[in-house]
């Protein structure tokens, strides 16, 4: 059966298609070291490599997060709470004309220095990685996919998954953060376990 039989329509795909719809997609905020201080950057483009501790972002020669990466070889990654929306947002904020480097924002923001990596983490955020630049990909247009390995990871105990307590109930209590690309949000709380086939492994 034609797909174009079933009210789908057939997008012009000689443009960007991805502000036609809504997708869902994590929101994580990048920290990375400047010449002069540092720079917060959210980020919605960003995903797990593979099963190992490999984390990758998309971001483009145009934004300053991508220089910092290259000459650094480290960054970090905050996943804010939901109740710190309005801190993400901030965190995009264009930097400021005149002689101090870092985003003016920036000040004013809730940071936490990481223990390992000279870059801040948004303070409040439930998960936190460390990771060592391992190499960026370009080819993406105007894009890169900016690739790192996964050196500390701490989380906050009351998003830890464990044995002991109701998933369900975990994620009413201790809610997550979606982007719906482009230009929304949304509070995670309700959620069903999903209907693996039987013996399915990763």
């Known amino acids: 059966m034609s797909l174009l039989?079933?009210?789908?329509?057939?997008?012009?795909?000689?443009?960007?298609?991805?502000?036609?719809?809504?997708?869902?997609?994590?929101?994580?905020?990048?920290?990375?070291?400047?010449?002069?201080?540092?720079?917060?950057?959210?980020?919605?483009?960003?995903?797990?490599l593979g099963q190992d501790n490999f984390f990758g972002f998309v971001c483009t020669p145009g934004h300053s997060t991508y220089h910092n990466v290259a000459r650094e070889g480290f960054f970090t990654v905050s996943f804010p709470k939901p109740g710190q929306i309005v801190?993400?947002?901030?965190?995009?904020s264009p930097r400021c004309e005149?002689?101090?480097?870092?985003?003016?924002?920036?000040?004013?923001?809730?940071?936490?220095?990481?223990?390992?990596?000279?870059?801040?983490?948004?303070?409040?955020?439930?998960?936190?990685?460390?990771?060592?630049?391992?190499k960026t990909v370009g080819g993406f247009g105007r894009h890169s996919l900016i690739c790192?390995?996964?050196?500390?990871?701490?989380?906050?105990?009351?998003?830890?998954?464990?044995?002991?307590?109701?998933?369900?109930?975990?994620?009413?209590?201790s809610p997550l953060l979606a982007y719906l690309a482009y230009g929304r949000f949304a509070e995670i709380r309700e959620s069903l376990v999903f209907p693996f086939p039987r013996d399915f492994k990763n």
Not at 5 to 26: C, G, M, S, Y
Not at 87 to 92: E, R, V, Y
Not at 103 to 130: C, H, N, T, W
Not at 148 to 172: C, M
């Open 148 to 173: 790192g390995r996964i050196t500390g990871a701490f989380v906050d105990e009351e998003y830890l998954r464990t044995s002991e307590q109701d998933e369900q109930e975990q994620i009413y209590r």
């Open 87 to 92: 801190l993400a947002g901030l965190s995009a």
């Open 5 to 48: 039989k079933n009210n789908i329509i057939a997008l012009d795909t000689h443009r960007p298609i991805w502000e036609q719809f809504f997708t869902v997609a994590p929101l994580v905020v990048i920290g990375t070291k400047e010449e002069k201080g540092y720079d917060l950057a959210p980020k919605h483009m960003a995903t797990p």
């Open 98 to 134: 005149g002689e101090q480097s870092e985003k003016m924002i920036l000040q004013g923001l809730p940071l936490r220095m990481a223990p390992s990596v000279d870059a801040p983490f948004l303070e409040g955020s439930y998960l936190f990685f460390e990771c060592e630049h391992l």
